[in-house]
């Protein structure tokens, strides 16, 4: 009867999963976007729910559905009117959906560390959580019931609106073919509001189930709902029922199962493995969802994305100047000025602030290779940190131990190590891009973590690897302004190495196969090649910025340091930095590490990514580079409108039509549009 309760307890577990794939199918159908805030939004409601319930008293009769009718559906609203909708009319390519969903994970999880102070709670229980007899020698609480009922329930109500109601048709109308809906009289923003509301609020019932009675922290809890996303890839992000099989019999009964079975015991035999292998093994158990996730992506040879075109995942992220001649012919004025002020950070900031600005260097190192493979090629990398983690996992390994390699050979062979793993991250990039590559190498950088880095065996666990810090020619490099300097000199090649990739012949190809993968064929590009070639170059760089974060803090902790959790930000803070731009890695590391430190105001770092990346699509070049130049250009604006100006009034002693002419003509042909333009003309018209 034991295996009989486990079934019946996986049917409810596997329930909440069949929920959540449910809600990001339903809306990934309905607008093409992939919700990866779903985690986030699952977690705000969770934690409002045991504030109302747990800390102000409210009864679950008023509480309950306080958290499931009004505070999910009504995230999804505000999202679609705020975030989704301009990003729509702006025809938002899928890198800007990606990064908006993202940014808003971001702001949900600083949300719940600055309200509920991160704090583990225990979530509060919707329903009893004692047990009733299902017959002799089998149990299943309330809870688990209710679960199985109201799962049940959502299920059939959602499939009778698509098949029966009018709501149903108009979803699969404006998922079909949007504009022959809206032509139709179909209202493709109703429809669209309607489904981000159900969908946030199936986020918010998965949160609220999810935490009944568990742990609840903003950090584990987000990471926690990832597990849906295989259950999503399975129904291949369009079949609703397909979804709630995969949640209930595919994750939830086997996860369920398993945790009665020793894997590491071959079947019918005595014989047991030992050592890594039986550790490898039975870490398929907690990170089965990971498998799957990998599995579907590998056999699923062609996923289709819906709302967005093949060619056009990264447009209006990055610059169509990479690989001409004009991105080429760059001042050399900012990069002495910037390499002067780094090489003069260890003078400006104390002795607490330093190891940040270590931090940050080797960041902008690894900031880099997403530079690289995102905004050179147009490939969405989301599994970096784990690239980037086992570069310096190699390197730490090598280090240590009965081979005691010096330092400085273990950081090339550590970046190595990291290409090998990109050019297998490459592989499936020959078949998928845009969502779906994104989706498997966010996979491939789950198994790492989970195989790899969580293994005590070869990682040390939670304890991790000791991380030396290199010398040159007998001269020890371990005090903290000669490592600040050797990581500057190391960024300072990756940073060169980088350039040159995006320069000449190889920078317009990569370019093309950005812009139109159709188009490079036609011209004789070997695809194959350069998407391989620019995942292991980039893997490299990433590599190497690993062992400098792991040298930096003396020890190779991936644990915490390289998780998924970690590569969704990296890739958020990189995007809204600028992605078409190498300065964008220097600036996004800044931001993400050293802002919060210079200016002493905590969170400002997550709080501007976060709002970067929602209003993405209004940002000048989607970008805070873009915003920088712009900046710049209005800091110059003056002088050129007095020029203008002068030039129109000369002009206009002769001919006062011309004059005006001129003047406009003057602002257009350079100058960025300001409030001094609007006195420029109607000075040069009076």
Same mark, same amino acid.
């Given at each position: 009867?034991?295996?009989? =309760? ?14 959540? &794939? ?22 705000i ?16 009769l ?17 999202l679609e ?6 990003l ?22 600083? !949300? *719940?560390?600055? /309200? %509920? ?5 225990? &979530? ?34 959602? %499939?009778l ?7 149903g ?47 609840l ?49 071959v ?9 890594? /292998? ?38 209006g ?33 104390? $002795? /607490? ?25 147009? =490939? ?5 940190? #784990? ?5 310096a ?6 280090? *240590?131990?009965?081979?005691? @390699? ?8 550590? *970046?190595?190590?990291?290409?090998l @793993? ?17 989706? +498997? ?19 040390? &666990?939670?304890?991790? !690897?000791?991380? +030396? ?11 903290? %302004? #000669? ?22 012949? @190889? ?18 590009? $070997?695809?194959?090649?350069?998407? !391989?070639?620019?995942?292991? #170059? ?14 930096q ?15 969704l930000? %990296? ?20 931001l ?6 210079l200016i002493? /105001? ?7 990514i ?29 002088? *050129? ?13 002769? $001919? ?12 257009? $042909? ?8 609007d ?8």
């Open positions: 009867m034991i295996w009989l =309760q486990l079934v019946l307890v996986g049917i409810a577990t596997g329930a909440i999963y069949a929920l959540a &794939g449910m809600g990001l199918v339903l809306t990934y159908k309905a607008t093409g976007i992939f919700n990866f805030a779903y985690g986030g939004i699952a977690m409601c969770a934690y409002i729910f045991w504030q109302m319930r747990s800390e102000w008293g409210w009864p679950t008023i509480a309950a559905p306080i958290a499931l009718l009004l505070v999910g559906p009504g995230i999804g609203v505000l009117r705020v975030v989704f909708r301009p729509a009319r702006k025809g938002a390519s899928t890198t800007q959906k990606l990064v908006a969903t993202l940014g808003v994970f971001e702001l949900c999880l600083g !949300l *719940g560390f600055k /309200i %509920w102070t991160g704090t583990t709670r225990t &979530g509060a229980r919707i329903v009893s959580g004692r047990s009733v007899k299902i017959m002799s020698g089998v149990n299943l609480g309330v809870d688990n019931l209710f679960v199985i009922a109201f799962t049940t329930v959502v299920c059939v109500a959602v %499939w609106m698509f098949r029966k109601t009018h709501l048709t108009e979803i699969r109308a404006v998922v079909d073919r949007p504009e022959l809906a809206e032509l139709a009289g179909v209202d493709a923003n109703r429809v669209r509001t309607i489904s981000w509301a159900m969908g946030c609020g199936l986020a918010g019932a998965t949160g609220i189930l999810l935490a009944s009675g568990h742990p922290d903003p950090y584990h809890f987000t990471l926690l709902v990832l597990e849906v996303f295989a259950v999503a890839v399975v129904a291949r992000l369009t079949s609703l029922p397909v979804a709630v099989a995969a949640g209930v019999f595919l994750l939830g009964v086997p996860q369920s199962v398993l945790t009665k079975v020793d894997l590491a015991q079947p019918f035999t005595n014989h047991h493995f030992g050592g890594w /292998i039986a550790e490898g093994l039975n870490s398929l158990k907690p990170n089965l969802s990971a498998v799957i996730l990998i599995a579907a992506l590998l056999i699923y040879r062609n996923l289709d994305e819906i709302g967005t075109a093949a060619s056009n995942t990264t447009s992220l990055v610059s169509r100047a990479i690989g001409s001649r004009r991105a080429q012919r760059s001042s050399w004025r900012l990069p002495v000025a910037f390499a002067a002020a780094a090489i003069a950070m260890p003078f400006l900031v104390s $002795d /607490i602030t330093l190891p940040y600005a270590q931090i940050t260097v080797g960041l902008a190192v690894t900031f880099t290779s997403i530079i690289c493979v995102t905004g050179f090629s147009g =490939q969405i990398t989301l599994g970096q940190a #784990a690239i980037a983690g086992f570069g996992f190699v390197s730490a390994r090598l280090a *240590g131990g009965s081979l005691g @390699l010096p330092v400085m050979i273990t950081i090339l062979l550590g *970046g190595l190590a990291a290409m @793993l990109g050019l297998l991250a490459g592989f499936p990039a020959l078949k998928r891009k845009g969502l779906f590559l994104g989706l +498997t190498t966010l996979a491939l950088a789950l198994l790492v973590h989970s195989f790899v880095f969580q293994s005590y065996t070869l990682s040390g &666990g939670a304890q991790g !690897l000791r991380s +030396t810090r290199p010398s040159l020619f007998g001269w020890s490099l371990d005090g903290p %302004w #000669a490592f600040y300097w050797f990581e500057l000199v190391v960024a300072g090649l990756m940073l060169l190495l980088a350039r040159n990739l995006r320069s000449g012949r @190889l920078g317009r190809v990569l370019a093309a196969m950005r812009d139109s993968e159709t188009a490079a064929k036609s011209v004789g590009i $070997d695809l194959r090649a350069y998407k !391989l070639f620019i995942f292991g #170059a980039s893997s490299f760089i990433a590599g190497i910025g690993g062992c400098l974060l792991a040298e803090a003396r020890v190779f902790n991936a644990v915490t340091s390289y998780d998924v959790f970690q590569s930000l %990296w890739f958020v803070a990189v995007i809204v930095a600028g992605v078409s731009s190498i300065w964008g890695a220097v600036l996004g590391a800044i993400f590490e050293l802002l919060d430190k002493n /105001i905590s969170g400002s770092s997550q709080l501007i976060a709002l970067g990346a929602l209003f993405i699509g209004y940002l000048p070049g989607s970008s805070l580079v873009g915003l920088l130049s712009r900046t710049t250009g209005w800091l110059r604006t003056p002088r *050129g409108l007095v020029r203008a100006f002068e030039r129109a009034r000369a002009e206009s002693a002769l $001919d006062p039509a011309p004059a005006s002419a001129a003047a406009g003509a003057a602002v257009a $042909d350079g100058l960025v549009a300001s409030p001094f333009a006195r420029v003309l109607e000075g040069s018209s009076t």
